[in-house]
């Protein structure tokens, strides 16, 4: 996939041939997004983030990508956040996808949990390029926790119900 100055987006990461993550782009690198193959962007800053751009789903659109976003508060991010950006990375598995947040860091936490929990990724090497943007702080890391707590549970529950309509075939 063609970069070209994609790189310069603050906070630029390519985790792989399809997906890549940085912070909050200018109107001008989000043309560089659709030039570098990008079919969908996914926001998770809110609106009032700092440097948002008040019409970046037209833009988006316009360029022909699909849009998302899911604003989520710094300071109280949710199961049900993570749960939306979940539903939207299955959505678009088949789709080059940017996603973005403010400065990268809702967004490296995010996709740690997604490659964790749903591309069975190993801890260390997820853990590894969540840290290339940052170590979370205190907040950051109680949700991650209780993110994994909740999808373990979850995915103990189904292996559980799996295994007992198996059993009785």
């Known amino acids: 996939m063609k970069t070209n100055q994609i790189e310069e987006i603050y906070n630029y990461l390519k985790l792989s041939d399809s ?6 782009p200018t109107e001008a690198q989000l043309s560089l ?24 789903q ?9 849009y998302a976003s899911i604003p989520v508060d710094w ?13 939207v ?8 996808v940017f996603v973005h947040c403010a400065a990268n860091m809702r967004v490296s936490a995010f996709m740690y949990l997604y490659r964790l929990i749903h591309q069975g990724m190993s801890d260390e090497q997820a853990k590894s ?3 290339k943007i940052w170590s979370p702080n205190d907040t950051w890391q109680a949700f991650i926790q209780q993110a994994l707590k909740h ?7 189904q292996e559980v ?8 075939d």
């Open 161 to 168: 119900g799996a295994a007992y309509f198996t059993s009785y």
């Open 151 to 157: 999808y373990q549970h979850l995915s103990l529950h």
């Open 58 to 66: 037209a833009i988006v659109e316009s360029l022909g990508m699909q």
């Open 33 to 56: 997004i659709k030039e570098a193959g990008y079919q969908v962007v996914v926001n998770l800053a809110r609106s009032d983030s700092p440097r948002a751009i008040p019409n970046e």
């Open 19 to 24: 997906v890549a993550t940085g912070g909050q």
């Open 129 to 131: 390029d969540l840290e």
């Open 75 to 87: 300071e109280n991010p949710t199961l049900e956040d993570v749960a939306c950006f979940f539903s």
């Open 89 to 96: 990375m299955e959505a678009s598995a088949t789709q080059p």
